[in-house]
């Protein structure tokens, strides 16, 4: 007799588990590939951060030949990731849960692929009326997860002011940069902002470096002053390496050989550690990426992929830690496809994986054996490397049901100052 009222104590329990956690991202399977969101203000496909009521549209490649169908579905998030109170309809005038039907198929390339879009606003899902966080989820026609990426909306209510500084503590003055912040709430009333606003500072695009729960350092009128010397502050790391892949046929810049088998393999020069190197400014786009091909008319369907061929001279570890390469190309992920294994033959780091024609930056970055991230064992930290910064400012006021976005401010490092 005691059965329905067990079964209602785990459905409570389960549903306040799903209420409290907080959403990761789905990484794509391997026949997934490039994904970008793009729009009017982002029109590389960076991280994507947009205006209420900004039309985008979410590209990826599906590297098969059956032409799978894929459904997408849409969820709003608080601040740290949790799903808000809202329901469906208070964050969406329309429906989602209904399938992509613009995709193209391949032209004159030898990897076969579809290359899938899906805009929003459309039809079906006529506008997000809401700011504050999104999640991005696609299915395949099973109803089985594919992966999913985050998205955020903001609404420009309050100035976001952004500077970059070299790190005021001495011990890391020359290997860390410090993001200040001044928030000014112009015509509207902050309600006890120690509490009400949260602030989020991302670096080159990457959430899972962020820095988040930073609360006002002290207030000075309508002002909001973060002057924190560690809070804020990051790592400074290196440029980022690059490579491009515009002409399959010939090497390209940091290209050492392609070759032609089932599709065109791309060998990029052997690779070496510059921790410890003399800081050599070397201009990058910050971890992104840009897809581009030569000869070509329409580069969604026609830039072909290529196997891509990374290698690294670097003692073998033997204390349980790993190196990845990754790039906002790969979302920063730190998965099997993107591990570098050791070749005792080479004595050299390798991997391999298949990449859209383009212009790529990456990194080589270390986890070790408690799966702390470090991104510097490999590259280096340094004061001088150009970094981008952007600061999300969220505002839940009192007896509000969610978290919005009100505020956002990006700056780079390249004017740092003391």
């Known amino acids: 007799m005691f059965k329905p009222l067990y079964c209602f104590i785990i459905l409570v329990l389960s549903v306040l588990l799903s209420a409290t956690s907080q959403v990761e991202e789905t990484n794509p399977p391997d026949y997934i590939k490039t ?16 205006q209420l009521g900004e039309a985008f549209d979410l590209e990826f490649d599906a590297l098969v030949n059956d032409e799978p169908d894929f459904y997408y579905k849409i969820e709003h998030y608080d601040y740290d990731w949790t799903k808000s109170q809202l329901v469906k309809l208070e964050y969406m005038d329309g429906f989602d849960n209904f399938r992509i039907v613009n995709y193209q198929n391949s032209l004159n390339a030898f990897q076969l692929y579809s290359h899938y879009k899906l805009t ?17 989820s696609i299915y395949n026609e099973y109803d089985e997860l594919v992966f999913s990426r985050k998205f955020m909306i903001y609404r420009p209510q309050l100035g976001v002011g952004v500077s970059i500084k070299r790190k005021r503590d001495v011990k890391f003055i020359d290997e860390k940069q410090t993001v200040d912040l001044v928030i000014n ?56 390496r690059f490579f491009e892949t515009k002409e399959v046929r010939g090497a390209n810049v940091a290209v050492q050989f392609t070759d032609l088998l089932d599709i065109y393999q791309t060998y990029l020069f052997v690779d070496a550690p510059r921790k410890g190197q003399p800081y050599t400014f070397n201009p990058d786009i910050n971890g992104n990426f840009l897809i581009t091909a030569i000869d070509v008319q329409d580069i969604d369907i026609e830039a072909d992929y290529t196997m891509v061929h990374f290698k690294l001279k670097y003692p073998e570890m033997t204390d349980g830690s790993r190196i990845f390469v990754y790039g906002n190309y790969n979302n920063y ?9 050791f070749n005792s033959e080479k004595g050299l780091y390798e991997t391999a994986f298949k990449l859209k024609q383009g212009f790529y930056n990456y990194k080589y970055v270390v986890v070790d054996a408690e799966g702390y991230l470090d991104e510097g064992r490999i590259s280096g930290d340094y ?36």
Request: charged share 15%; net charge positive; glycine share 6%.
């Open 35 to 50: 994904i970008t969101f793009k729009s009017a203000s982002n029109p590389q496909g960076q991280l994507p951060i947009l």
């Open 120 to 136: 929003i606003p459309n039809r079906q899902t006529r506008a997000l009326t809401k700011t504050g966080n999104y999640l991005m």
């Open 185 to 240: 709430s112009g015509g509207q009333v902050l309600n006890n902002p120690n509490e009400t606003v949260k602030v989020l500072i991302i670096q080159n695009n990457n959430l899972y470096t962020a820095i988040k729960n930073v609360k006002p350092q002290y207030t000075i009128g309508r002002e909001l002053i973060y002057r924190y010397v560690d809070k804020t502050a990051f790592w400074g790391s290196n440029e980022f």
């Open 333 to 341: 992920a730190l998965s099997p496809e993107n591990e570098l294994l």
């Open 383 to 418: 004061w001088q490397t150009e970094n981008d910064y952007k600061v999300l400012v969220y505002y839940r006021d009192l007896g509000a049901r969610f978290d919005s976005l009100i505020g956002y401010g990006q700056a780079t490092s390249v004017n740092i100052s003391n």
